[in-house]
């Protein structure tokens, strides 16, 4: 069993900054990537930023110079700082984990899902 734990969504004034905490623990050999999604009503899930165990970074657009990913690996922990918040950044995030478990002797691929945190970026 996995489980993911979300924090630090809230309600902010545009500009404002929230930060995200999601901390993995459970059945996990170890990590290959962590990421936060996010899925505003009347849409689809879209990639907001992941990181990788290495600490290559990979971010969406429309975040890019505003949010930044990190993790601490000993923690099992990502996190997502948002700075300058837009109303269009308003929906629901989830943490996303890839990782590898042990199966019968066997090395597997795993992937898990947050419930998700609301963010509200309103005045």
């Known amino acids: 069993q996995v489980q993911l734990v979300e924090s630090g969504g809230g309600l902010v004034q545009p500009g404002g900054s929230l930060r995200l905490s999601c901390a993995a623990s459970?059945?996990?050999?170890?990590?290959?990537?962590m990421g936060w999604y996010r899925q505003a009503p009347g849409k689809q899930r879209e990639l907001v930023a992941a990181?990788?165990?290495?600490?290559?970074?990979n971010y969406a657009d429309s975040v890019k110079g505003r949010f930044t990913i990190s993790r601490d690996n000993a923690k099992n922990t990502v996190y997502l700082q948002m700075n300058s918040l837009k109303p269009e950044d308003t929906a629901v995030y989830y943490c996303?984990?890839?990782?590898?478990?042990?199966?019968?002797?066997?090395?597997?691929?795993?992937?898990?899902w947050g419930q998700g945190t609301q963010v509200t970026v309103s005045s």
């Open positions: 990181i990788t165990s290495g600490g290559s970074t």
């Open positions: 459970g059945s996990i050999f170890s990590i290959n990537a």
């Open positions: 996303n984990l890839d990782y590898v478990f042990w199966r019968l002797g066997l090395p597997r691929q795993g992937d898990y």
